[in-house]
């Protein structure tokens, strides 16, 4: 390193100068890296191909994208869908394979927020990723299956990133305060558990957001009298931005479990009030949306199943809006599931179902099978529904479970008085 390249490294944010170089350093996503996963396996060997990560920010894409290259002993390029184009990405695939022919050196394209590229752009690259010229690394927070052309889907592997725990946050943070090259070591700083951990909690699982905070706690802080930069609660309060939880993890908690439970309990004052309370705190809108959708069938289920279409609409609101205008969306879907009829069959016929799968040989009768054999397992030949005006009675449960029932109506809303269609037409 040169010396301003060590000065741009000084003066970079915390968060830069903490991304480690090894998969040693790395911190989270253990349900993908370990001693002995494929990715890890496939990093350590040089070995990997082109992939698309997939998660939340701050959760390690980009580093990992970095150690991939590192590890490798290629060369790394780095483009943004928002602001490149075709153009850009041509030139960069015309020097990996200068280089590869010269150097023998695979190139690493990492393209940050790569489902912002429309199917002309992601075109270019088919031909450099097949052949190889190229491994491109993708990254992105939105979901790659819904948001990205089939072609590159099918020409990577994907991995999907979560929210950092607030133990490996906290790990993290304690280790940026005793670096003293990267970090804060050589600097006097006395941080409470409570700070730390409200840090760790607030930050919603992003670790550069946490880093943020922590930097701007540090840098803003006075000396004491002791030399000492001592940061409280209160200074990790202040330091936090707009989007952290400005509340502490045991209230989030049992705000949330109050907004949970009164959906269930159909009060729609209630559940407005505590997913305001959780909003004007910095809780992620997504989370609300997410239980009104679980809510949607575990509560109100069969007795109005408009409640999961308006759940999933607010979630919908939630990605294409955003706040504040989604608010209003989810208002309208917290007050329909509180005041819908409310049934629990299908969780009650999930949970039946479940248990059975768990703890049964499930052997499928033989009419129901893809490739039917010549044994005769006396569950009769396949009858094609259609051809008896739509229903037909015949067995489609194995044979060891043949009687049994899962979902049960509940006598509310749209369930009252519903008869299952095998009931009716026994």
Known sequence: ??????????????????????????????????????????????????????????????????????????????????????????????????????????TYLLLDECHRWNKAQSDCVLQAVEEGSIIFIGSTTENPYINMTRAIISRCQVFEFKPLSQKDIEKALKRAIE?????????????????????????????????????????????NKQGEI???????????????????????????????????????????????????????????????IAHASEDVGMADSNALLIANAAMNAVVNLGMPECNLNLCHAIIYICEAEKSNSVYLAMAKAMEDAKNNNIVVPNHLKNHPTGYNDGTGSYKYPHDFGG????????????????????????????IRKKERNQ
């Not at 390249?5 to 830069?16: F, G, R, T």
């Not at 989270?28 to 890890?40: C, M, P, R, T, V």
Request: net charge positive.
């Open 1 to 106: 390193m040169d010396l301003f390249s060590e000065n741009e490294h000084k003066l970079a944010p915390l968060a830069v100068r903490m991304r480690p170089n090894t998969l040693k350093d790395f911190i989270g996503q253990e349900h993908i890296i370990y001693k002995d996963s494929f990715l890890y396996r496939a990093i350590i060997s040089s070995t990997l191909g082109s992939c698309i990560f997939w998660g939340p920010p701050g959760t390690g894409k980009t580093t990992i994208a970095n150690i991939i290259s590192k590890t490798g002993g290629g060369f790394f390029k780095k483009l943004n869908a928002v602001s490149s184009g075709v153009s850009e990405a041509k030139e960069i695939i015309e020097e990996a394979k200068t280089n590869l022919k010269l150097y023998g050196k695979k």
């Open 179 to 223: 670096d003293k090259i990267n970090g804060f070591g050589n600097l006097n700083i006395n941080i409470d558990k409570d700070a730390l951990k409200f840090l760790a909690f607030s930050c919603g699982g992003d670790l550069r957001q946490a880093y943020n905070s922590l930097e701007l706690a540090v840098k803003t802080t006075q000396l």
């Open 230 to 292: 001592v940061i409280t609660k209160d200074v990790a309060v202040n330091c936090v931005n707009n989007k952290a939880i400005g509340i502490d993890e045991n209230t989030f908690y049992d705000i949330l479990s109050a907004f949970c439970k009164s959906l269930r309990g159909s009060d729609a004052d209630a559940a407005l009030l505590y997913a305001q309370k959780l909003l004007l705190n910095g809780c992620d809108p997504k989370i609300i949306a997410r239980r009104l």
């Open 391 to 418: 229903y037909v009675k015949q067995q489609y449960m194995p044979s060891v479970l043949k009687n049994k029932i899962y979902y049960i109506p509940k006598q509310n809303g749209k369930e009252k008085g519903l």
